[in-house]
């Protein structure tokens, strides 16, 4: 301890590293994990500077910057340039938004599960597949690339998002490893890429094991301004930024034609790499033109058959600018995120003959009947969401945190996500929760019926543990 005592000195972490044996700053980032983990450091808390942590510990401020590096590239906290360094909203969060595996019953509305009842019409065209003397040949590796006709059909798929390109399609096996791939081959560890305050949950996870660090960009009326785009830039230094412009998830805003041209104009003037989230846009009936057709040059755009066919069908498209394609083809094939060519055919035999399509509007059709029935439950309530989106966003009364309805929709037999599981660094995230409406009608109904009851309850019991 230095002369000067730190004893009555205000700081809102004094971690004790008097019994330790690691290397000091593995110790101290493991205490700082535990602390946060354990609620002694609760979310958006401001952390010690590092200059005087060090002093306060008569430590070497090189241990204090390794210890908080390492907790960044987990996502624990959260270095703001010129504001501090903050616990993550999202810390104690748990991000991996996988179906519910309990023994009790419960009825899923936190994974965003498409309808399955299409998967018949999959079946057949399997079955014929099965039966042709060539089926043999279907069981190779995969290429990250597909042949002519394969290309020809994807091609007829980005027709119904109004979007055309000249660049050959690559391929990865669903849209998760497609955003992992891009990530590992275009930025490094420490890097960073601008994002939405709140956004798509699969994005951090993938971040954060690549350590690079998500900057939440400045909103007006829920789409990315210029002037925090800008900021960004300029004083957070980000390399790249991650867009969901149909159906954003979770929020399920649709961006404006005028924000994804500024986003293309922003990309080029200041060399940004955009990486564009294409996977709900064949969900809509009249979608607009991607990012991507202004900015072809600096746009990644993924897109993926899990949402809009069926998941199973791990298969996922990126059209790349030339200067990024062999990187990203190079990094598919290294870390093994190559396609099945059986289903590879599959889906092109499906696009190719208007089964694919049929598909489309089969869910389309689903989703509107499910999100009938939300309307009438919750249709009193702040409820975002297009008849098409097969998700919605519930704004929830004051009484309410996300967290905190979870909890009690969790307790009552329903799963639902919230806002807090969504966030980017400090960003304070809105009392909200993501619902997912693809349960079959009658679950459907009745997990409505429990979660109108709890938003219905008086404030005590929002409380309940």
């Given amino acids: 301890m230095p002369i000067n ?23 101290i980032a493991h205490q700082l994990e535990q602390d946060i983990k354990d609620g002694k450091l609760a979310p958006g808390t401001k952390l010690p500077p590092q200059r005087e942590l060090a002093d306060f510990l008569d430590v070497n401020l090189s241990t204090i910057t390794r210890a908080f590096k390492l907790c960044g590239q987990k996502g624990l906290i959260y270095a703001s340039i010129g ?26 509305m936190g994974s965003v599960l498409p309808d399955n009842f299409v998967n018949d019409d999959i079946t057949r065209f399997m079955k014929k597949m099965l039966n042709e003397p060539s089926f043999s040949k279907l069981f190779q590796y995969g290429r990250p690339e597909g042949n002519a006709w394969q290309n020809e059909a994807v091609m007829k798929l980005f027709e119904l998002v109004n979007f055309q390109t ?29 994002t939405d305050p709140i956004t798509y949950a699969g994005i951090k996870t993938a971040a954060n094991m690549l350590g690079i660090q998500l900057v939440a960009i400045q909103q007006c009326q829920g789409e990315m301004t210029r002037e925090g785009l800008l900021y960004a830039c300029k004083n957070e230094h980000i390399k790249g930024i991650y867009v969901i412009p149909d159906f954003h998830n979770p929020t399920t805003h649709t961006m404006s034609v005028e924000t994804r041209k500024m986003i ?9 790499i955009v990486i564009e989230d294409a996977i709900y846009s064949f969900l809509k009936e009249r979608a607009l033109a991607p990012i991507a057709s202004y900015a072809p040059d600096k746009v990644i755009y993924i897109a993926s058959l899990s949402k809009t066919l069926s998941p199973g069908l791990r298969l996922s498209f990126l059209v790349t600018p030339p200067t990024f394609r062999k990187r990203i083809m190079e990094t598919l094939y290294n870390i093994n995120i190559s396609i099945s060519p059986m289903m590879l055919e ?32 919750l249709g009193d309530y702040h409820i975002l969401g297009d008849d098409e989106c097969i998700f919605r966003w519930l704004h929830l009364p004051e009484k309410f945190t996300g967290v905190q309805f979870e909890l009690l929709a969790s307790k009552a037999g329903v799963q639902v996500y919230a806002a807090e599981r969504f966030a980017v660094g400090n ?39």
């Fill in 5 to 27: 005592s730190f004893d009555e000195y205000p700081m809102s972490w004094k971690p004790d590293i008097s019994h330790i044996s690691a290397p000091l700053y593995i110790a």
């Fill in 83 to 108: 504001s501090g360094t903050f616990v993550s909203t999202d810390a104690a969060s748990n991000k991996m938004l996988l179906p519910t595996n309990r023994a009790t019953p419960i009825i899923e």
């Fill in 166 to 194: 000249d660049q050959p399609i690559l391929l990865g096996a669903g849209g998760q490893n497609a955003f992992v791939g891009t990530l590992a081959a275009l930025f490094q560890p420490g890097d960073r890429i601008g």
């Fill in 264 to 272: 293309a104009e922003v990309a080029r003037a200041k060399d940004l």
């Fill in 346 to 377: 599959l889906a092109a035999r499906l696009i190719h003959e208007g089964v694919a399509q049929t598909i489309i509007e089969k869910h389309r059709a689903y989703a509107r009947q499910q999100n009938t029935l939300v309307n009438q439950y």
């Fill in 427 to 465: 960003t304070k995230p809105v009392n909200a929760v993501r619902l997912a409406i693809a349960a079959p009608e009658t679950q459907l109904e009745q997990a409505l019926i429990i979660l109108k009851d709890i938003l219905e309850s008086n404030g005590d019991y929002a409380f309940v543990d």
